[in-house]
């Protein structure tokens, strides 16, 4: 019998949908198109804010949310200790095999988690990475309370999330904050082209809710941005590659360099936020695990 809870609906699409794809995201991420090219940038922003970063060779670092296993990986080749876990336990397996295949399995640990139910004790990671995952949460706010408890007062968190606001969201009418009025009418028409059929739906945000949720986990954001732009008709690409990637490189050369709005438009949400040094865990969860 299906759940009535809508969260826990959610969360079994979407641990349906990673089941069923897990082989392909290794892929994805070494293809030719220009969504493997926006998937390759996302992880090395991230890679690039950790390095600024300066963290002491054997730091302890947790990634929630592993999938293919491979920034997992690339943090394990900066020296650092890292524990990475996953809802899906075949991204698990998969997670594992690239750290075998990469030699980084004395660095690296994996196990499955849940990033709204972190099994570890508070205060145990310099820093927690979390890339793609909030995209699929109903309580971001949740997941972000737990990796700041598990961060150690002054460690990081680093974590990204869709824009609500981007300039793609914006142009697309099935996902335009503009017209979500009118789709709530229009929802047994609609429902298949914005979900993608019984699959899980992106979960978007604004950057005032992220802040939100940041400063409830005791967090303070000491770096933001968005990148990327995706141009799409109901989610479905509306240029070909090539001109796809000419348009999103000449408006996040604008973004960069400080064109008004656009540098709030990108396509995600980037956030760097450091515990205090006098913050306590917040209290769901507290305790040692």
């Known amino acids: 019998?299906?759940?009535?809870?809508?969260?826990?609906?959610?969360?079994?699409?979407?641990?349906?949908?990673?089941?069923?794809?897990?082989?392909?995201?290794?892929?994805?991420?070494?293809?030719?198109?220009?969504?493997?090219?926006?998937?390759?940038?996302?992880?090395?922003?991230?890679?690039?804010?950790?390095?600024?970063?300066?963290?002491?060779?054997?730091?302890?670092?947790?990634?929630?949310?592993?999938g293919a296993g491979l920034l997992a990986v690339a943090l394990a080749r900066r020296g650092l200790r890292v524990h990475a876990v996953d809802r899906?336990?075949?991204?698990?397996?998969?997670?594992?095999?690239?750290?075998?295949?990469?030699?980084?399995?004395?660095?690296l640990t994996v196990g499955v988690g849940d990033a709204a139910d972190l099994a570890f004790?508070?205060?145990?990671?310099?820093?927690?990475?979390?890339?793609?995952?909030?995209?699929w949460l109903d309580r971001a706010d949740r997941a972000i309370r737990e990796m700041g408890r598990v961060t150690r007062p002054t460690g990081h968190v680093v974590f990204t999330a869709p824009n609500r606001a981007a300039l793609g969201n914006v142009l697309d009418p099935g996902r335009s904050p503009v017209l979500a009025f009118i789709r709530t009418r229009m929802r047994a028409v609609l429902k298949r082209r914005e979900r993608g059929g019984s699959g899980p739906g992106m979960r978007f945000h604004s950057r005032r809710s992220l802040e939100a949720a940041v400063a409830d986990a005791a967090l303070t954001t000491i770096q933001a941005r968005t990148y990327g732009f995706r141009f799409s008709w109901f989610d479905r690409p509306v240029l070909p590659d090539s001109l796809a990637t000419i348009a999103h490189r000449w408006l996040q050369r604008l973004s960069d360099r400080g064109a008004p709005a656009l540098g709030s438009l990108g396509r995600t949400h980037f956030f760097m936020a450091r515990k205090s040094p006098m913050a306590r865990a917040a209290a769901p969860g507290d305790g040692p695990r």
């Not at 392909?24 to 090395?44: H, I, M, T, V």
């Not at 690039?48 to 302890?60: N, Q, T, Y």
């Not at 336990?89 to 295949?101: I, N, S």
């Open 1 to 66: 019998m299906e759940s009535d809870d809508p969260w826990l609906r959610q969360q079994k699409k979407v641990d349906e949908h990673f089941h069923e794809t897990a082989w392909n995201w290794k892929s994805l991420y070494a293809g030719e198109g220009f969504r493997a090219q926006l998937y390759r940038d996302r992880q090395a922003i991230v890679l690039g804010w950790v390095d600024g970063l300066g963290l002491a060779r054997g730091a302890r670092v947790l990634e929630v949310g592993s």
């Open 88 to 107: 899906v336990p075949r991204m698990v397996e998969l997670t594992r095999q690239h750290a075998t295949e990469s030699g980084a399995t004395d660095a």
């Open 121 to 135: 004790r508070n205060d145990s990671f310099d820093l927690v990475v979390s890339v793609g995952v909030v995209t």
